[in-house]
């Protein structure tokens, strides 16, 4: 079951992963020419990946959902293909939500990460990435005030 989605603009590679810790990619030229997909191999042993983000030529965020941690794997990329073979970082943010991860996604300045059946979304900020740093909790009424 596919279950995270990320889109490089730059290099036209869509990947996805799955419940059995998997990460495939493709390039996407148009919607109906066929692509050939590329699995990366078990990325995560021990979980699914709800969620993937990606950051420009640099970075392919996988969220994993797993037992008993709920980790974030920052993955760099060359030319759109990530280096699987060992995270350039990872956060271990088990302490940080009280449930699952249940994905996340890159805005552009942002990790935004979705807690599985609950009420808040939390704004993940990357150092020497992001605006500013540290995680924290936002509602779902917070998000949209933030983008008026």
């Not at 692509?35 to 030529?57: A, H, K, N, Q, R």
């Not at 640099?58 to 060359?78: E, H, M, S």
């Amino acid at each position: 079951m596919i279950f995270g989605v990320a889109y490089d603009n730059d290099d036209s590679i869509v990947y996805v992963s799955n419940t059995d810790g998997q990460i495939a990619y493709a390039t996407m030229t148009d919607l109906t020419s066929d692509v050939t997909w590329t699995d990366l191999g078990v990325v995560v042993s021990d979980g699914s990946i709800p969620g993937l983000g990606y950051y420009e030529d640099d970075y392919l965020f996988v969220c994993a959902r797993g037992t008993p941690t709920q980790t974030i794997y920052v993955y760099n990329t060359t030319s759109g293909v990530p280096d699987v073979s060992a995270p350039a970082f990872s956060y271990d943010v088990t302490d940080v939500i009280d449930g699952d991860l249940d994905g996340c996604e890159w805005d552009g300045d942002y990790l935004w990460v979705y807690e599985l059946n609950a009420d808040y979304v939390y704004k993940l900020a990357l150092d020497g990435i992001s605006p500013d740093t540290g995680i924290q909790p936002m509602s779902l009424g917070g998000i949209k005030a933030s983008f008026k």
